[in-house]
């Protein structure tokens, strides 16, 4: 088993509809969770950041975290054309830099938005 | 800042060749990371610097891979002898000594063994 399972999509939706993107893992240890946006034929790049359980809201992304189930959502509000791409999560069990925060990614879920 | 340079952008090569990969870090970031994507297995983690110091090499699939980092500023990636099923775009990331904080990719050698 993997330690950080992610559905690969592809997911397509129309503009303007809700996307839902989750994430589960196994290791209990992890408190430090991300999700980063790749575009094709690009690396990824850092989308938001949240720490042990919990919401948080940027914009029209916001990140929930439910560490008793081992789940982590990103939800993508009034989604644009724009938010085509790979989305992945990442998690560590460290929160700070260095190279104590080694990151596992998830496989990524592609995501197109038609407008 | 130019944020983290590699290249090539894209090598072909034949199998048996060597290939070395190269990463610039952004100044100032003192972790460096080596991942490897493919469809099938998404990023990989190869390997990772710390101050330059090889932390963890775990990721590194065989003996052919190896990897250094000199100085602060570089890094190589280096498969001798390539086979076709290295094929993947491996990135480079880099990570500031204090956070919080995520990586900082760069754009990716897109690498072709045939």
């Known amino acids: 088993q993997k330690e950080v399972e992610q559905d690969p999509g592809p997911l397509s939706v129309p503009e303007g509809a809700i996307v839902s993107l989750n994430c589960t893992y196994s290791n209990s240890a992890f408190q430090y969770f991300m999700w980063y946006r790749q575009y094709s034929r690009k690396g990824p790049e850092l989308l938001m950041y949240?720490?042990?359980?919990g919401n948080k809201e940027d914009g029209r992304f916001t990140a929930q975290v439910d560490k008793s189930s081992k789940y982590i959502s990103l939800f993508i509000r009034d989604s644009q054309p724009s938010d085509s791409a790979t989305y992945l999560c990442?998690?560590?069990?460290?929160?700070?830099?260095?190279?104590?925060?080694?990151?596992?990614f998830g496989t990524g879920t592609l995501l197109a938005v038609q407008p | 800042d130019a944020g983290v340079i590699q290249s090539p952008r894209h090598e072909v090569t034949e199998m048996g060749q060597e290939v070395t990969l190269r990463c610039k870090p952004i100044?100032?970031?003192?972790?460096l990371f080596w991942y490897r994507q493919t469809m099938m297995r998404g990023l990989e983690l190869l390997i990772y610097f710390n101050n330059n110091v090889p932390i963890d090499d775990s990721g590194m699939p065989e003996d052919r891979f190896s990897a250094k980092m000199p100085n602060a500023s570089f890094s190589t990636l280096k498969i001798q002898p390539s086979e076709p099923r290295d094929s993947a775009v491996y990135f480079c990331a880099t990570n500031p000594p204090t956070g919080p904080s995520g990586y900082t990719f760069g754009s990716g050698t897109r690498l072709t063994v045939v």
């Open positions: 949240t720490y042990s359980s």
């Open positions: 100044s100032g970031h003192n972790s």
């Open positions: 990442a998690m560590s069990e460290t929160f700070y830099g260095g190279a104590t925060n080694k990151l596992i």
